[in-house]
């Protein structure tokens, strides 16, 4: 049966997920703690994997419950802080990491999602599987680290998530909400970073590239990608549907109109 097996949320933009077992939704239609926060430079663009692997040697931690975020590097300094109070020393500590002075901004309705007009992203769990077979050494939580979906889905075949963009694509519902298709989501450097250390994996676009090519399902609408790049879909949740709550366990079934 297919089913959410997995909820996942980036509470600072570019740094580590953390898992939930339920999630509600803010009033932008993404999930409650998605890149509520980013770390932003003096001339407002934000630090992340795209900007600079760096991103990649620290380990954070945040609890959704008291909003403690818990931060450490890889030659074992950590620090705990209240992003609420404390916002300065956290500023000042990840200013000294990445050699830059920078503000912790905050958003509560949104969050800093990429495409701010969608919602979720959403992959399944073959989908995962399927790539990390595609190369030597990868795990299946590797490839989950790199490709950052928000809600995943079991029980479904590899690249099901493709079928719900471009001419006529269903929707599909999870739970007690609506989730629309927008579009299959183009990748960047980040997937080729291991998400432990920043060292890119040769070779790691070209044959993702190949293998993806290959395998494309035949009933997936090959008008809506724009090349074979892409993985995961970014959906949007109707307004009317935010107000629900989504939790691991819920049933998930295609609504065709």
């Not at 992959?123 to 590797?142: G, H, M, Q, R, Y």
């Not at 479904?156 to 007690?176: K, L, N």
């Not at 009933?219 to 989504?246: K, Q, S």
Request: glycine share 10%; hydrophobic share 35%; proline share 5%.
């Amino acid at each position: 049966m297919a089913r959410v097996d997995r909820l996942r949320v980036y509470p600072i933009k570019g740094l580590d997920g953390i898992d939930l077992e339920r999630a509600e939704f803010v009033t932008g239609g993404t999930l409650a703690f998605d890149r509520e926060f980013a770390l932003v430079d003096e001339s407002g663009d934000v630090v992340n994997g795209k900007r600079t692997p760096r991103v990649h040697g620290l380990e954070t931690e945040f609890d959704p419950e008291t909003g403690e975020l818990a931060v450490g590097t890889g030659d074992g300094d950590r620090q705990r802080f209240d992003p609420e109070n404390e916002r300065e020393t956290a500023e000042d500590w990840f200013g000294d990491v990445f050699d830059l002075e920078l503000t912790l901004e905050r958003d509560r309705s949104l969050g800093f999602v990429d495409r701010r007009e969608m919602g979720p992203s959403v992959i399944s769990t073959a989908t995962l599987e399927t790539v990390a077979d595609w190369f030597d050494d990868l795990s299946v939580e590797s490839v989950r680290r790199r490709m950052r979906a928000n809600v995943e889905v079991g029980g479904v075949e590899p690249f099901w998530e493709d079928r719900f963009v471009g001419s006529g694509a269903p929707s599909f519902v999870a739970g007690d909400v609506r989730f629309d298709g927008v579009t299959s989501c183009g990748r960047c450097v980040v997937p080729k970073r291991d998400p432990d250390t920043g060292e890119e994996l040769a070779g790691f676009q070209q044959r993702f590239v190949e293998k993806r090519r290959e395998t494309f399902p035949g009933w997936a609408d090959g008008d809506a990608f724009d090349h074979y790049y892409t993985l995961m879909l970014i959906a949007d949740v109707p307004e009317r549907y935010r107000d629900h709550e989504l939790e691991v366990g819920d049933p998930v079934e295609i609504v065709e109109e």
